[in-house]
């Protein structure tokens, strides 16, 4: 059993900060790409950011500048800082990763319950 728990939501003035944690516990072997997601209402899931088990990040464009992914490999947890925030980014976040289980040979798409992010104007 693999869980993916996040963290950190909340309600913030547009300007501020917010920092998201997902921390993945279970019978865990090894975690390649872990992400972040996001979905605000009446629209579809869209990429926020993600970071690979060496550093590499990719951004959306919509958040470079703003947002920084960052990883712990030895605590399995995903951050997701977030700097000026508008209230387009008004969204559930959902983070997710790539994770390759005790017994398995492949990796499986994991994603976690989701956390909301309300920023206000």
């Known amino acids: 059993q693999v869980q993916l728990a996040e963290s950190g939501g909340g309600l913030v003035q547009a300007g501020g900060s917010l920092r998201l944690s997902c921390a993945a516990s279970g019978s865990i072997f090894s975690i390649n790409v872990m992400g972040w997601h996001r979905q605000a209402p009446g629209k579809q899931r869209e990429l926020v950011a993600t970071?690979?088990?060496?550093?590499?990040?990719n951004y959306a464009d919509s958040v470079k500048g703003r947002f920084t992914v960052s990883r712990d490999n030895a605590k399995k947890t995903v951050y997701l800082q977030m700097n000026s925030l508008k209230p387009e980014d008004t969204a559930v976040y959902y983070c997710?990763?790539?994770?390759?289980?005790?017994?398995?040979?492949?990796?499986?798409?994991?994603w976690g319950q989701g956390t909301q992010v309300t920023v206000s104007s």
């Open positions: 970071i690979t088990s060496r550093g590499r990040t």
């Open positions: 997710n990763a790539d994770i390759v289980r005790y017994g398995s040979s492949r990796y499986d798409d994991y």
